[in-house]
């Protein structure tokens, strides 16, 4: 797996905390899972910013909430 840099890997704790705070149980391993992935695709893409991890984490949860993929 690649390294990221101190300033990334804090934002994607913090998104995917955040994205999963309201869940029952914190989100579950499988959803907590999923946004991850979703997550570390988008910093290979270069969307390393708070805001647009942040974006990413709304989408995959809205989709996994909807019932559709995100």
Do not use: S, Y
């Amino acid at each position: 797996m690649k390294k990221f840099d101190e300033r990334t890997t804090a934002n994607l704790d913090v998104v995917l905390d955040d994205a999963c705070r309201d869940l029952p149980n914190g989100g579950g391993h499988e959803t907590r899972k999923f946004i991850a992935r979703k997550l570390l695709r988008a910093v290979q893409q270069e969307k390393k910013t708070l805001g647009a991890l942040q974006r990413v984490a709304r989408q995959a949860l809205r989709g996994l909430l909807e019932g559709r993929p995100a």
